[in-house]
Nanobody
């Protein structure tokens, strides 16, 4: 069983930065894809970024390219999301997720989820 715990959310002004962390607990977490998703107020959940188990492959939503960076430290069983140049439209509940890495980190369904961490960006 995989358990995920997010941290690092908060309130910032537009243009600011935050780094989210997702600590994973469970069997072979380092063999799993890592993903960050978000659910803005009143909107559907959307995929933000994904990373393969070894970190070699990353993919981003167009809305965050060039501003957000996903990374991982498998020794610490942690996936990070560095968020720079934040905009009010980045305001959302952010969730980390994991799935077994079968080569489809960006397209497949994720089956392990954290509880979420809130990010609020003011103008």
């Amino acid at each position: 069983q995989v358990q995920l715990v997010e941290s690092g959310g908060g309130s910032v002004q537009a243009g600011g930065s935050l780094r989210l962390s997702c600590a994973g607990f469970g069997y072979m977490i380092s063999s799993h894809c890592g993903g960050w998703f978000r659910k803005p107020p009143g909107k559907e959940r959307e995929k933000v970024a994904t990373i393969s188990y070894g970190g070699a492959t990353t993919m981003y939503a167009d809305s965050v390219k060039g501003r957000f960076t996903i990374s991982r430290d498998n020794a610490k069983a942690t996936v990070y999301l560095q968020m720079n140049s934040l905009k009010p439209e980045d305001t959302a509940m952010y969730y980390c997720a994991a799935r077994w890495d079968d080569g489809n980190c960006h397209t497949a369904t994720y089956n392990y989820w954290g509880q979420g961490t809130q990010v609020a960006v003011s103008s």
